[in-house]
RNA sequence: GGGUGUUUAGCUCAGUUGGUUAGAGCGACUCGUUUACACCGAGUAGGCCGGGGGUUCGAAUCCCUCAACACCCACCA
C-alpha cells in the first residue's frame, strides 16, 4: 500500500478534529458502561473525576482549559491503562453570580428584575443559561474531552434538586441547621445576603471624624449609623477610664437631640486606638453585633434594605447613606460636636466580590449551618490521609480556615436557585410555625421560605448529586479518584465537598486533590477582561489546533503553581504537531512493503531503542500516576523531537538504503513499533493529531487509538 | 497584623531521597535548501542556582538569617 495523500500536505487540525470527537462520541466509548475488554479481561477497577461544573453563564476561558486539559489526559491514560473509566460532565446555574450577570444584561436593554414576577424572571434566567450552557458544551467538545454526556449533569436537574432538598432536612433533623438573627453581609443593590467568602476587601481612603460624646472623644468613619449609637465601649483595663463603671449612664447631646448612653466594659474596646473609646451600631456593624450580644444589648436598624435612612434619622430619613453623609457632619459640626477630621484615613471596605457593590452589614433571620462539626470531619480526613491534596500550600490554607471557620449562612435573597424547603405558618408572629419539607404541609396557611440556596449549597454536593446518591449504581465510582480544580476554590468548593460527602456518606468524595494554578498572560500578570489579555481556548484551538493547546496548557503546569500562557508557546505545539505528522509520513513511507506480523530478528541496536521506548513509555505512565502531567507532556515531546526525530530517523536513512538486509528489515520492524508506541503515549495528551494517524495505519490493533491498550513492547 | 509559597541562562520554567562537568523551551548569533519536515537541521554564546552564615568528604538540594516578589487569611470604631 501506499501512504495517504494527506501526509504530503502539512497537518490541518480543523479539517479533522469535529470529525474525529464525533467518531469517539457516537462509539459510545466515552461511557465506561461500554468500554471494551483490555487485554482480553473485563475491567474491574474503577477511575473517575467529575467535572467542576463550569458555570452556565458565558464562555470557557483558560481556566477552564487547563481544567478539562489536565482532567482529560488523565482520564485518556486511565482508560488505556484498563481501567473503568469515567470523567462525568456538568453544569452549575452558579446561583447569585449567573443572577447579577443576568441583571446586568438587562440594565443594558433598559430593563429591570423589580418590574417582574419572581416566576417571570426565574424563566427568563432560565432561558438564557440553558442557551449559554449549549455553547459550553460545544466548547467542551472542541477542547476534545472525552467525558460521558450520557451522565451530564445540571445543579437545577430535578434529582439534583431534590436531593440537595433531602440534605437539607437531614441536616436540620441532626441538628446542624439553625435560623437565626445575625449580622450578615447585604448587597443593597441586588438586595440578597451573601456569605464571607462572596466578599472581598477594598482599600479605601476616608474621612475619618472625631466626635464630642459626652465626656468622651469617639471616631468613626460612618457618621450616617451613628444616630441610634446609645452604648459606649471601652476597655475594661483603660486606666484613663477607671472612674466610669459598666452600666454607668449619662446623658448628653447628639444628632437629633439629647440621648441617654450607657457605659460598656468590654475587650474590644482597644485602648490603642483613638481615644480608646468607641460607641457602637450592632445593627450594621458585625464586631459591634458580637459586642451588643455579649452585653444582651438592644439594637436598631438604621439604614433600610435598599441603602437608604430610616425615619430613626429625622430630617435625614430616606436619604442615600452616602448623599447624607456630609449634610450629618455639617449638623454636628454647627452644634459644636466635631473635634476634628483626618481627610487621609485608609482603611478596608467590605464590597461584593461579584459586584463591587459596598456591603452593608445587616441583621435579618436566615438559615445557618453548624460548620464546628463538620469542619473536624474535614480535618480528620486530612490527618488520616483519606485526602490527599497534593500541594502543602493548599494543604496548609484549607487545614487553617477549616480551624477558624464561622458558620455558614446558606440562604440568599434571589430567585436563580433551588427554593429552600422551610414552610411557615403565622411568619413573624409568636405562633410562627416551621416545618422542612420538600412538599407543601397539610393543611392551611403554610407559605415557603422566598430564599433560595447558597449555590455552595448544592455545588458542595456535585459529586453524590452527579453520582446518583444515595443508591445508584453509579456509587461504585465514589470515592473518586482525583478532583482536579483551580486554587481559588480552595475555600469555596473543596471543603464543603469533603464536608457533605463524610457527613451523608462516612466516605471522603474523591481521595486526591489536585490544584493548579492560574494561567497568567506572557508578562505574568492575572489574566483579565478588563485589561484585555485574555487568551481563549478556542480560539487558540481555532487557530492552532486542539492538541496544541492542551499541550500549553500541560507542558510547565506543575501541580500549584501559576503558568504564564502566549501564543508562542501554542504555536511551537502546532510545529510539533507537524513534526509528528512528517515523522508519520517517512515511516509508513519507508516500511510500507513490511509484514508487522512477521517479527523479524532485530539488530542489538534496535533491541536497545525499544527498551528505550518502554522505558520512555514507563517514564510518562508513572509521571502521570504521580500527577506530574507537565514532565510527561515534556518527555513525550522531547522523546519524539529529539530522540526520535533527530537521532533514530537521521541514523535510519543510511541503514535503510541497503535493500534486503537483515538490518534494515529490523529497522523498519522498529520504526514502525515506535511509530505505534509513540501515538500511544502520545494520546492523552494530544488525542487528535495521534487518532487521525491511527486511523491511516495499516495495522493496528484496535480500531480507535482512545481504546487502545497503554504501550508494552514485546 | 498572621500565614503559606517563590527566587536557577535575556524570558518562561525543570532539576526525584544531598553525589561527576546544573538542563529544556522560547529568544539571540553562526553555518546549512543533504527528497520526512524551512512549521527544518548542525552548531555557538549566555548561569559565583537572590545575599550572608552554618551542617557535610561533598549543597541548587538540608538548617539559620536577611532581602525581594506573589498569594491567602484577619482587621482597621
Known sequence: MSVPDKFLKPYNPNSVEDGLYKMWEDSGYFNPDNLPKISGEARVETWCTIMPPPNANGRLHAGHGTDLTLKDIMTRYHRMVGKKTLMLPGSDHAGFETQSVFEKKLQKEGRSRFGMSNNELYSEIYDFVMESKHIMEGDVRKLGTSCDWSRNTFTLDDH??????????????????????????WNPKFKTSLSDIETKFEDRKDPFYYFQYGPFVIGTSRPETKFGDKYVVMHPDDKRYKDYKHGDTFECEWINGKITATIIKDEAGDPEMGSGVMTITPWHSQVDFDIAQRHNLDYEQI?????????????????????????????????????????????????????????????????????EPLAKKVLSALDNGKVKILTSKHENMLRHWMNNTIDWNISRQIVWGIQIPAWFK????????????????????????????????????????????????????YPTTVMETG???????????????????????????????????????KMSKSKGNTLSPIEL???????????????????????????????????????????????????????????????????????????TADFIADHIERYRLDLAADKAYHYIWHELADNILEASKDILKVDDSEAKLSRQYTLYTILVTTLKMLHPFMPFITEEIWQSLPHKESDMLMVAQWPVVE
Open 160 to 185: 439534583v434538586v431534590s436531593g440537595v432538598k433531602d440534605t437539607f432536612k437531614k441536616m436540620y433533623d441532626d441538628g446542624l441547621v439553625y435560623r437565626g438573627k445575625r449580622s450578615i453581609h
Open 426 to 477: 403565622n411568619k413573624g408572629t409568636k405562633d410562627e410555625e416551621v416545618i422542612i419539607s420538600k412538599n407543601k404541609p397539610d393543611g392551611e396557611g403554610w407559605e415557603q421560605d422566598v430564599d433560595t440556596f447558597d449555590t455552595w449549597f448544592s455545588s458542595g454536593q456535585w459529586p453524590l448529586m452527579t453520582l446518583g446518591y444515595p443508591d445508584s449504581k453509579d456509587m461504585e465510582y
Open 541 to 615: 484551538a481555532e487557530e492552532f489546533g486542539t492538541d496544541a493547546t492542551r499541550m500549553s496548557f500541560v507542558v510547565s503546569n506543575a501541580p500549584g503553581a501559576d503558568m504564564p500562557l502566549s501564543q508562542d508557546k501554542v504555536r511551537a505545539y502546532k510545529k510539533f504537531a507537524n513534526k509528528i505528522w512528517n515523522i508519520t509520513r517517512f515511516i509508513l513511507t519507508e516500511t510500507d512493503d513490511i509484514d508487522i506480523n512477521t517479527k523479524p530478528t532485530l539488530t542489538d541496536t534496535d533491541v536497545k531503542l525499544l527498551s528505550e521506548l518502554q522505558e
Open 303 to 371: 439604614i433600610d434594605w435598599d441603602g437608604k435612612l430610616m425615619d430613626i434619622a429625622d430630617e435625614f430619613a430616606g436619604k442615600k447613606i452616602h448623599m447624607a453623609r456630609e449634610d450629618i457632619v455639617k449638623k454636628l459640626d454647627d452644634k459644636g460636636l466635631l473635634v476634628k477630621v483626618d481627610k487621609d484615613y485608609e482603611h478596608a471596605v467590605r464590597i461584593c466580590e461579584r459586584t463591587g457593590v459596598v456591603v452593608e452589614p445587616q441583621i435579618k433571620d436566615q438559615w445557618f449551618i453548624k460548620m
Open 487 to 525: 486554587a481559588d476554590l480552595v475555600f469555596k468548593w473543596v471543603p464543603r465537598m469533603i464536608m457533605f460527602g463524610t457527613y451523608l456518606t462516612g466516605k471522603v468524595p474523591f481521595k486526591t486533590v489536585y490544584f493548579h494554578g492560574m494561567v497568567l498572560d506572557a508578562k505574568g500578570k
